[in-house]
């Protein structure tokens, strides 16, 4: 009789793992594709995440964690080399299920399209192929992607380890950052900031609400924020960068820089061509080795202007200074060829080795410095 019921209890605990494990497998919908390399994988799912890896197999494998009793929502089918999902929740978009995940693996060589109405979307792994993502509501995390990237969230951060050429990142309500793209780049984001690290062909950065902070360019940059700072490094053409309210700050460029901020100083540095450069309320500082016919403008409406420029270099200087107090406000290390003013305005031309590049500098307020500079990096 004892051994009886020791059997019982047994087949008991036995017959409630089976039930657990059942109830697990339940919440858990796994199936296979074989494919190609080349193909494409699209996604499409109401406010769940999706995370896309990389693998050495011709399959895409799709595991959909969480799924309960809604597995038969989610439709999955196969035209040739491209593998479809789509999962839509009782209720439409409007009841987005956040428990629900999306994991994929996919050939190394694959394109994506992938869309989700509230959740994250990532990648993991090197992957070569165009990839688009689009979410309403969450996160972009992008690692390793050799090839064009177009992603959009409305409300999440972007986060990029490396893209291809002619990629586009945009967020509504979140910050950019991007460690590498190997050709051209546009980022935007109405509210957050924006932080580049190489990229090797040109670069659009646009924030409305945020600072910008850019390691290198290869190509032309064009940058600006209506609130922030602007630091940029090396840049390998001309650039354009302005802040309503900010300071901005420039390494180096190869090319006619313009920069303008309506509230902050300006530090432009390293520059071979032409400069156009004011601020509103700040100091403008500008190095600067003359190049080609450009016309250079440094200028500032209630700061001091700095102009820094090689002894051996050839231009036609006008420096002009209103509501000085005295015939000091112009600072030159060069022999003035004119000087001279009267009722609190001063102005003064320097003619270096012939003349060359016109540079005109002018500030109200403030006074204007023309000094040597020994070395520059080109």
Known sequence: MRLFKQILIFVAIMSAAGGALAAEASHELQKDFNVSSGGKLIVNVNGSDIMVRTWDKAQVQM?????????DRVHSEQDRNTVIVNYRTHGGMWNNNNDVRFHFYVPKQF???????????????????????????????????NGKVNGRTSGGDVTVNSVGDNSELATSGGNIKVENAGGNLKLSTSGGDISVGDVGGALEAFTAGGNVHIRKVGGELQASTSSGDVTVGNVGGSAAIFTSGGNIY?????????ASTSGGDVDINGVVGSVNASSSGGTVKVSLTPKGSGRSEITSTGGDVYLFIP??????????????????????????????????FEKAEIVLHGG????????????VYVKKMSSIKK
């Open 250 to 258: 420039l390494t180096s460029a190869n090319g006619r820089v313009k």
């Open 63 to 71: 595991t959909v964690e969480n799924i309960g009793d809604d597995a």
């Open 311 to 344: 002894a051996g270099a050839s231009a036609s200087i006008q420096a002009d200074v209103a509501g000085g107090n005295s015939k000091d406000d112009i600072d030159s290390d060069f022999p003035m060829t004119t000087h001279g003013g009267h009722f609190g």
């Open 111 to 145: 394109n994506l399209d992938l869309t989700t109405s509230g959740g994250d979307i990532g990648t993991a792994g090197a992957l070569t192929g165009n990839v688009l993502l689009t979410t309403s509501g969450g996160n972009l995390t992008i690692d390793k992607v």
């Open 356 to 367: 060359g590049q016109e540079i005109n500098l002018r500030t109200t307020s403030g006074t």
